[in-house]
């Protein structure tokens, strides 16, 4: 089992940036790709971003490249992702999954575990 925690969320102005971490504990918390998605009021929840357990495949919603960047740091068993350009359709809540295998997805149906979900609220 892995337990995800996700923290760094807030509110911030159009343009703005923010960082959110995710930290990834239990027994086989390594080794997996791990996902950031996002839901907003009223509306399902979104892929953001993708990260393979080798740190060498990455893979970003059109909506965010360019813009936002996930990252891993294994010795630390945590995922970031920064968001730069903050816009007011980024405002939701993001939520932190790790996908029980190596490859990425796209498909919130394919990660079994996920963290509680952090705010991200962003202001015109």
């Known amino acids: 089992q892995v337990q995800l925690v996700e923290s760094g969320g807030g509110l911030v102005q159009s343009g703005d940036s923010l960082r959110l971490s995710c930290s990834a504990s239990?027994?086989?918390?390594?080794?997996?790709?791990m996902g950031w998605f996002r839901q907003a009021p009223g509306r399902e929840r979104e892929f953001v971003a993708a990260i393979g357990w080798s740190n060498d495949t990455r893979y970003y919603a059109d909506s965010v490249k360019g813009r936002f960047t996930i990252s891993r740091d294994d010795c630390l068993n945590t995922v970031y992702l920064q968001m730069n350009s903050l816009k007011p359709e980024d405002t939701a809540v993001y939520y932190c999954?790790?996908?029980?295998?190596?490859?990425?997805?796209?498909?919130?149906?394919?990660?079994?575990?996920w963290g509680q979900g952090a705010q991200v609220t962003v202001s015109s």
């Open positions: 999954a790790a996908r029980g295998r190596s490859l990425i997805d796209t498909r919130s149906s394919y990660y079994p575990y």
């Open positions: 239990g027994p086989t918390a390594s080794n997996h790709a």
